[in-house]
């Protein structure tokens, strides 16, 4: 397994600022993601951030609004851009370690709140 | 559009007896189905996998089955415990995406 840590755990932010959010993890690993939990709903994976190269986003997010930073393989940073209201969720990063059945380990995430 | 389904957003079991949480998936193409327990201000753990292989995967008190026909997965919890009380998810692989369900809330009541 991996120890993930996030900062911050949780912050409340004004409409059109934007917050970066930083995963750290315990061990090198090349495939990090992060995903976002909207109240109520599923985590839904916003972009895969692997080291080395540009993250990859899913449909429905775009680089303007969520860049994204992987500068070594222990290290990602998430911003939210230009902050609205809808966009209150918790982040979360987690990391693909290889194994055979594919899980992933999440960090405590980061608690949005948008004003 | 919603892949991995589930459609109970909370059980209630007392101490001691069987808690079934269900899944129903609708894409063909998953490999992999994973559980994941999360309790309140933590991420998501993962519990226990199955290979699409697979009809039945056990790790202690815990237990997946897989119905391809059905495309419906169920994760048993025998004897359920006051600590088991989280929401528990349901996840898909596919590719190199996990899809993830909306979560069944527990509570196991002493």
């Known amino acids: 397994s991996a120890v993930i840590s996030q900062k911050p755990s949780r912050d409340i932010c004004q409409r059109g600022t934007s917050l970066t959010i930083q995963c750290q993890v315990d061990s090198q690993v090349t495939m990090m993601f992060w995903y976002r939990q909207q109240p109520g709903q599923s985590l839904t994976l916003i972009a895969t951030a692997n080291q080395g190269s540009e993250a990859t986003y899913e449909s429905g997010f775009v680089i303007d609004k969520f860049p994204i930073s992987r500068p070594n393989l222990t290290f990602s940073t998430l911003t939210v851009s230009n902050l609205s209201p809808e966009d209150s969720s918790i982040y979360l990063c987690?990391?693909?370690?290889?194994?055979?059945?594919?899980?992933?380990?999440f960090g405590p995430g980061t608690r949005l709140t948008v004003t | 559009d919603q892949q991995v389904k589930q459609n109970s957003p909370s059980l209630s079991v007392q101490e001691g007896r069987i808690s079934i949480l269900n899944c129903d998936y609708t894409n063909s193409m998953f490999d992999y189905f994973l559980w994941y327990k999360k309790y309140p201000a933590e991420g998501p753990t993962f519990l226990i996998s199955?290979?699409?292989?697979?009809d039945k995967n056990e790790d202690g008190r815990f237990t997946v089955f897989l119905n391809k026909s059905a495309k419906h997965l169920s994760l048993h919890i025998v004897p359920s415990q006051p600590g088991d009380s989280a929401v528990y998810f349901c996840a898909a692989h596919s590719g190199y995406a996990l899809n993830f369900g909306k979560g069944t809330s527990l509570l196991v009541t002493p």
């Open positions: 199955i290979s699409s292989i697979k």
């Open positions: 987690s990391v693909y370690l290889g194994t055979s059945s594919y899980e992933q380990y």
